[in-house]
């Protein structure tokens, strides 16, 4: 076990559906991420939480929309999505260091997989 | 923006021989290079990462080497075991605030038994 938590592991919606993915980190870290694994791109960060703060968003269409509440938790709500949203959605944490001066490795859960009819 | 390229995307090697992976990179300003292990039904595991400021980093069976002039890094598998049968993945990252790792499309390693 990584440390990083996802429920659910799997998820099937259909396009008008509204679900959320959820993720728990137990590392004690300061940084959370969300990534698309696809068979087009294999990892794709959506999304960066620095101290709950949203630092990235690599242009991600609004039907995806993350929350993170504190420094070990993090969602990421779909609603309306595209069958070619389908994918493996993974969360990661890690640990940034005062002023962002260190990268240190990300540690990643299992993975949500998900379909869209 | 940076760009990770890997090789091969598939590789079939013997239990008992060697293993090399490939990653190139475009940015000049990375200095921090992860490798990641999937196995099938899981999340990516780091098995190992250098920095820039080293050329070569090795544990056990696991060597990753780095070039920083070629812009390119390698890694190593020695002795496969057919539970090294996952797909691995190479990342470069800048030490910045933004945390962005950028990963390469993943190979396909098989050994066989």
């Known amino acids: 076990e990584t440390g990083v938590t996802q429920t659910p592991r799997h998820l099937v919606m259909g396009m008008t559906n509204k679900k959320s993915l959820k993720c728990e980190q137990h590392?004690?870290?300061?940084?959370m991420y969300w990534y698309k694994q696809s068979a087009k791109k294999p990892l794709e960060l959506m999304f960066v939480y620095n101290f709950k703060e949203q630092t990235e968003n690599n242009s991600v269409p609004s039907r995806f929309s993350p929350e993170c509440p504190n420094s070990s938790h993090l969602f990421l709500h779909l609603h309306t999505l595209q069958p070619e949203d389908s994918a493996l959605y993974l969360c990661?944490?890690?640990?940034?260091?005062?002023?962002?001066?260190?990268?240190?490795?990300?540690?990643f859960g299992p993975g949500t997989r998900l379909t869209v009819l | 923006g940076e760009n990770v390229e890997q090789h091969p995307s598939t590789l079939s090697v013997q239990e008992g021989d060697s293993a090399v992976i490939k990653c190139t990179y475009s940015d000049s300003a990375s200095n921090y290079f992860p490798w990641y292990k999937q196995e099938l039904g899981k999340g990516p595991q780091l098995i190992i990462d250098?920095?820039?400021?080293?050329g070569e980093k090795k544990d056990q069976r696991i060597a990753v080497t780095l070039n920083k002039t070629a812009k390119h890094f390698s890694l190593h598998i020695t002795e496969t075991q057919p539970e090294d049968s996952a797909v691995y993945f190479c990342?470069?990252?800048?030490?910045?605030?933004?945390?962005?790792?950028?990963f390469g499309p993943g190979t396909r390693l098989s050994v066989l038994p």
């Open positions: 990342a470069a990252s800048k030490e910045n605030y933004g945390q962005n790792f950028v």
């Open positions: 590392l004690g870290h300061n940084a």
């Open positions: 990661a944490s890690s640990q940034v260091q005062a002023g962002g001066v260190r990268t240190d490795t990300q540690y």
């Open positions: 250098i920095r820039s400021n080293v």
